[in-house]
């Protein structure tokens, strides 16, 4: 009896602890309707993406490929802010000796905007010690600097100095077993060890991804042209920490390329056409209005994602929603705006959310632009082809689901060396690898 009594004692005390977890496991699940359901792997049998992409036009054609765009903005996104000022404050030296000496972390003040509505956020920015100038990876985070740089003193949300981070405790043992190790948790030595700069930035810091918030914070910028979508927002802040980097002796100004899960894949994609100087877009997960098909009626669909996530797409959106097949636009058109610049997209068997299927299809449509221009495009072999880091649109595809996981950042890894090895690579560390 005794041993019975020391049981319920034991989980009635930890019982606010179970709820909490539970509670927090439903809420995260539902994010993505997490499942034991298989992306399907056949393509065949699948209708062709709509409009048929003119490979000529798309490749030849500025003003053809102004118009394309001019579409996308109309119907989805809403105006590239372009004029919209970015400045930037002195760099804070966070750490000089990153891992015994394998490089150092500092973090720059970057504002976005003018008047009273200026936003701003900090730029936590990693470089190899060994010489460059270094490829870059930028990403946006989900979790603040202080998630995203653990036991580091980087800036915070509230502009304190980080102590310990919401990650910790069982909403993060939570969140990192649905979402992977690296959903919040940069693996800075590990980008060290390769020779890669990398750069990141909470992307809520600039514009907030809660409905309300985020339609005020963009409306009162103080720019020329505002954003009316957060993916375009969010891909402004990509082109202007790239702009940022661009300046320094250390990067290599050919070698800038854009990493980003689920949302902030889409908003890789976007600041990878509408901002020239982007060099690679890794495109993780990134689902519909990112490199999934509008058209498919798999997964999320491109109604859900609007009327859940209303900020992320223009006001007009809306009026496509259920007639997507009229769309004059779908997203293998917008992948097709990046060739001939390297793009990797990454995706999960299980997270049918996001629909790989359509996502694949879209990047074959897509590949005949890359070929076009010269480009491996993307490889043959279907959907379980073996990843193949060179080619102009390169595919990953893993089991599990919805997530960043150490897998994932072997291939982002692999992705930017096959394509900016001259740039500063560090070639033990990719010999290692192999």
Request: proline share 6%.
């Amino acid at each position: 009896m005794l041993s019975v009594f020391r049981a319920c004692v034991w989980f009635l005390v930890r019982l606010p602890l179970i709820l909490l977890i539970f509670v927090t496991a439903l809420v995260m699940s539902s994010c993505t309707m997490l499942g034991l359901n298989y992306a399907s792997l056949e393509t065949a049998n699948k209708p062709v993406p709509k409009p048929e992409i003119n490979v000529a036009a798309m490749l030849g054609d500025d003003a053809y490929r102004g118009q394309m765009m001019e579409r996308f903005e109309a119907v989805l996104y809403g105006p590239w802010p372009e004029g919209l000022p970015v400045s930037w404050g002195e760099s804070r030296l966070v750490d000089a000796s990153l891992f015994g000496g394998k490089g150092r972390l500092e973090e720059i003040p970057v504002t976005i905007g003018q008047g009273d509505g200026a936003s701003l956020f900090h730029l936590v920015v990693a470089t190899p010690a060994a010489p460059g100038p270094h490829p870059v990876i930028i990403s946006q985070t989900f979790s603040s600097n202080c998630a995203a740089f653990p036991g580091y003193p980087v800036t915070a949300t509230d502009d304190t100095i980080c102590d310990g981070s919401e990650m910790e405790g069982a909403f993060g043992f939570v969140a990192t077993q649905i979402f992977g190790t690296y959903i919040a948790k940069v693996p800075l030595e590990r980008f060290m060890d390769a020779g890669i700069a990398y750069a990141s930035f909470y992307g809520s810091d600039f514009v907030s991804d809660r409905r309300a918030e985020a339609r005020d914070v963009m409306a009162n910028l103080g720019g020329p042209v505002a954003p009316t979508s957060t993916l375009m927002a969010w891909a402004y802040a990509y082109s202007a920490a790239s702009q940022i980097l661009e300046t320094r002796a250390d990067i290599d100004p050919d070698g800038t390329v854009l990493l980003g899960h689920s949302r902030f894949g889409k908003a890789a994609l976007l600041a990878g056409v509408w901002d020239n100087r982007i060099d690679g877009v890794i495109a993780h997960q990134a689902g519909f209005a990112g490199a999934s098909l509008s058209r498919s009626q798999t997964g999320e669909g491109l109604k859900r994602m609007g009327e859940s996530y209303p900020h992320w797409l223009a006001p007009q959106a809306r009026d496509w929603f259920d007639r997507v097949d009229e769309l004059p636009v779908d997203q293998h058109q917008l992948l097709g705006l990046l060739a001939p610049t390297p793009v990797l997209l990454g995706n999960g068997r299980r997270d049918v959310w996001s629909d790989p299927n359509s996502s694949f299809r879209a990047a074959q449509a897509a590949s005949s632009l890359y070929e076009a221009a010269g480009i491996t495009g993307l490889p043959g072999g279907g959907m379980k082809q073996d990843f193949d880091a060179d080619a102009g649109i390169a595919w990953w595809l893993r089991p599990g689901g919805h997530s960043v996981v150490s897998e994932d950042i072997d291939t982002f890894i692999a992705f930017v060396q096959a394509h900016f090895s001259d740039a500063g690579i560090n070639q033990s560390a990719v010999q290692a690898a192999e």
